[in-house]
């Protein structure tokens, strides 16, 4: 079975600092990876995603991911944080792409 | 705006009742997703058509049924309601099958069982 674990449900940091959330994941098979983005009151969107090749990905509004196999880990970076980067993030992980599991999610809180 | 509509935004009711949510995809997009995110459960996938065939299905209970129609419009049954349910139901599209394939949210429908 596949899990995600998030870990820090909450987050903040000041603005201009780096954002880094924390995403570990189980697979039993070669995973495909995402990170979504979710601000109040609307649906969940894309930033980024790992299928194959290259483990570093590059998303939406300047965030990044790397795929690291040897730590099942799929951490989520931003080198400068910005006010409008406050919301909820989400990773999740499918398996063979028949099913889809969420973390639990991340809050992630910006000071000015 | 993803281009995905859903509808009813808001839905109240008691145990017991059945509901049907609808969404509607994006222009062009033959895969349609359910969601259900609620405090206790969190995201949940529960299933997936495409073009009118059940694709995936997660954890989706058997009192929840969903069909895809021919115009591609999608609708959620929930039926037997329970306090549990009350959550908020997501719909996103695609254009391919694969869960793999970038999804595009609806803004959701918050259902609360009373």
């Known amino acids: 079975a596949q899990s995600v674990t998030q870990l820090g449900s909450h987050v903040s940091v000041s603005e201009g600092a780096l954002v880094l959330l924390r995403c570990n994941y189980s697979s039993s098979v070669p995973p495909y990876l995402f990170w979504y983005v979710q601000y109040p009151n609307q649906g969940l969107q894309l930033l980024l995603k790992y299928t194959t090749g290259a483990t570093l990905v590059k998303g939406i509004n300047g965030f990044e991911a790397e795929f690291k196999k040897s730590e099942t880990s799929f951490h989520l970076t931003k080198p400068s944080a910005h006010m409008s980067d406050a919301a909820e993030y989400f990773c999740a992980v499918s398996d063979n792409g028949n099913q889809f599991y969420f973390g639990t999610g991340t809050s992630l809180t910006v000071i000015p | 705006d993803s281009g995905v509509t859903q509808t009813p935004k808001h839905l109240i009711t008691a145990t017991g009742q059945r509901v049907t949510l609808r969404c509607s995809p994006r222009?062009?997009?033959?895969?349609v997703y359910w969601y259900q995110q609620s405090l206790d459960q969190g995201l949940q996938f529960l299933i997936q058509?495409?073009?009118?065939?059940?694709?995936a299905k997660g954890n989706i209970l058997e009192r929840f049924s969903a069909q895809q129609f021919p115009d591609l419009h999608s609708e959620l049954n929930l039926s037997s309601l329970e306090l549990g349910d009350s959550a908020l139901y997501f719909c996103?599209?695609?254009?391919?099958?694969?869960?793999?394939?970038?999804?595009?949210f609806g803004p959701g429908t918050r259902l609360t069982v009373l």
């Open positions: 058509y495409y073009n009118g065939e059940e694709r």
């Open positions: 222009s062009g997009d033959l895969s």
């Open positions: 996103a599209s695609s254009t391919q099958q694969g869960l793999t394939d970038t999804q595009y």
